[in-house]
């Protein structure tokens, strides 16, 4: 399995992104947006099952909102309302039931500027 994230970019305060993960292979039971700023640790983001349930971090509640598409094989992350401390890399993740396997996408960077 391979997760391909897309849409990252400079966006100023108070903007909008949409950021997407692809995956390649079997459907992933559970995916989810994880961020990392520089000299902090990685922090869970929202995630969301094939059955469409969702989890966000308190920090983005009502601000973004997380989805995907089965069909599509690919998650999305649509991000409203954007703060400078949103700013990081978007990591995508993909966990397999079946083979019970974590997956990791390459990061896309969002930038919000003041």
Known sequence: VQ?????????QVGGSLRLACAASGPILYRMAWYR???GTPREFVGS???????NLADSVMGRF???RDNA???MYLEMNNLKSNDTGVYYCYGYSRFSRT????QGTQ?????
Request: net charge positive; glycine share 18%; hydrophobic share 30%.
């Open 3 to 11: 997760l391909q994230a897309s849409g990252g970019g400079l966006v």
């Open 36 to 38: 990392q700023a520089p």
């Open 48 to 54: 969301v099952t094939s059955g469409g349930t969702t």
């Open 65 to 67: 909102t997380i989805s």
């Open 72 to 74: 599509k094989n690919t």
């Open 102 to 105: 974590n997956y990791w996408g």
């Open 110 to 114: 969002v930038t919000v500027s003041s």
